[in-house]
C-alpha cells in the first residue's frame, strides 16, 4: 500500500492509505473479534511497522487487515469471520466512494 500511495500521492497520500489500513484492522478487532481492546496492539503493530525498511513495509501492507487483526488476537480466521470481513469491507468502500462489485 505504501508504495503505491508514494508513486500517485506523494507522503500525504501514504498516511491516508495507511490510516484506512489501520481504521480496518481496529474495526476488525472491534466488530468481528469483539476486542476493541486489542487497538492498542494494533498501534503498537503500527509503529513496529513503520521502523522496518521500506522491503517489510510493502509485505507487510499485503496482508489483509483481517489477517493483521486475527494474528493480533492470536486465531486464525474462521468461514464465518471471513463473511463478517467481506460485509465490513463492503459497507468500509461505500463510506470511502469506492465501488464495489455485486
Known amino acids: 500500500m505504501a508504495t503505491i500511495g508514494a508513486v500517485s500521492g506523494g507522503p500525504s497520500a501514504v498516511t491516508f492509505s495507511e490510516d484506512r489500513y489501520w481504521d480496518l484492522v481496529k474495526e476488525t478487532l472491534e466488530k468481528i473479534y469483539k476486542k476493541p481492546s486489542a487497538a492498542d496492539d494494533a498501534d503498537d503493530l503500527r509503529h513496529?511497522?513503520?521502523?522496518?525498511?521500506?522491503?517489510?513495509?510493502?509485505?507487510?501492507?499485503?496482508?489483509?487487515?483481517?489477517?493483521?487483526?486475527?494474528?493480533?488476537?492470536?486465531?486464525a480466521p474462521s468461514i464465518d469471520d471471513v463473511l463478517q470481513y467481506q460485509d465490513l469491507?463492503?459497507?468500509?468502500?461505500?463510506?470511502w466512494g469506492i465501488r464495489t462489485p455485486p
Open 48 to 75: 513496529d511497522v513503520a521502523q522496518s525498511s521500506q522491503e517489510e513495509q510493502t509485505i507487510f501492507y499485503h496482508a489483509e487487515p483481517l489477517d493483521v487483526a486475527a494474528d493480533i488476537v492470536g486465531q
Open 89 to 95: 469491507v463492503r459497507d468500509r468502500f461505500a463510506t
